[in-house]
């Protein structure tokens, strides 16, 4: 089997195409999608997402899959699907934006930036696309470390950044977003805190990331004030720069493919009274990165 990767019209990213996923992936197109996931980033199939086993023969090309902790989400029969859904009510908070009404609204970040094992990735399906929105963005975190000059690289070699868990868009330090909630808060457990390095070594290319997951990302530490709040500020805004930026816009049984550990991915939410549904499987995390915060440093 074969294929070729061609330019998405982004930052990042390239569309994988003439491969046929109906027959089966041998081991030599397996390895190569794996060395193409980590050269590029992102993969696009556009079209190609046509089943659940066609979505989760593919992404075990990349790594074994993890079981998301929520039961309820995972797809029946399906366990290492999760179905992301509003069809039978919201999954996610509904925020006024601009006057209208989003859910599935989610600022840029890494998942799981708030643990010490991210995930490696995660290959989403469009099933079901709303009539409006529903885009989602990726950008790289890699070229937005390359591109910083030395003097920023040295000061922020040693660094380590807080990341909390938030309950909502409104607890963001940076990047805040002008919406207001229009649902309740949900029930979330606690998670404990965590410090990341600001520059993370990915396992798997050696190359260096900056890491300021918007969402997550609270204060330096040792630095809990002004000046290191306008570090991350200059940092957030040079890594969400769109030359670093590809967006998404989707198409029934298209499946997109993120490296976790290289990129941060935004999703700009629907009109909460449209019907979105997506199917996801996540690349278990094979390393850790930073440690538990202590109360104190």
């Known amino acids: 089997m074969s294929f070729e990767c061609k330019p998405l019209n982004g930052g990042i990213g390239k569309e994988v195409v003439g491969l046929d996923l109906e027959n089966g ?24 997402g046509t089943s659940p086993e066609v979505q989760l023969e593919l992404s075990r090309c990349f790594g074994e899959l993890d079981l998301h902790p929520l039961e309820k989400l995972r ?56 009539q409006e929105g529903g885009l989602t963005g990726f950008l790289d975190t890699a070229d937005a470390y390359d591109d ?43 998670f404990p805190v965590v410090a990341h390095p600001l520059v993370w070594t990915h396992p798997g290319t050696g190359r260096k990331v900056l890491n300021v997951s918007t969402l997550y990302i609270d204060h330096i530490v040792g630095q809990q004030n002004e000046k290191g ?37 935004a999703a700009f939410g629907h009109p909460a009274d449209q019907i979105r549904i997506v199917h996801r499987t996540t690349i278990k995390g094979t390393a850790e990165m930073g440690r538990l915060y202590g109360e104190g440093e």
Request: net charge negative; no cysteine; charged share 25%.
């Open 148 to 190: 910083l000059d030395e003097a920023t690289k040295e000061e922020i070699a040693d660094l380590e950044a807080v990341h909390l868990w938030r309950n909502g868009l409104e607890e963001m330090r940076f990047n805040k977003q002008n919406v207001k909630r229009k649902s309740p808060f949900g029930n979330f457990p606690d």
């Open 75 to 130: 797809l029946p029969g399906y366990p290492e699907l999760i179905a992301l859904s509003n069809e039978h009510g919201p999954i996610s908070p509904i925020y006024e934006v601009d006057g209208v009404d989003l859910t599935q609204r989610i600022p840029w970040h890494a998942d799981l930036g708030f643990t010490t094992m991210p995930n490696a990735g995660a290959l989403l399906r469009m099933v079901r696309k709303p």
């Open 229 to 265: 709040d306008a570090l991350i500020h200059r940092l957030i805004e040079h890594t969400l720069h769109p030359r670093y930026q590809y967006i998404h816009d989707w198409e029934v049984n298209d499946m997109v493919l993120w490296d976790n550990r290289r990129t941060m991915h």
């Open 25 to 48: 992936i041998d081991a030599a197109t397996s390895a190569a999608l794996k060395a193409a996931w980590l050269e590029h980033g992102v993969l696009v199939f556009r079209g190609m």
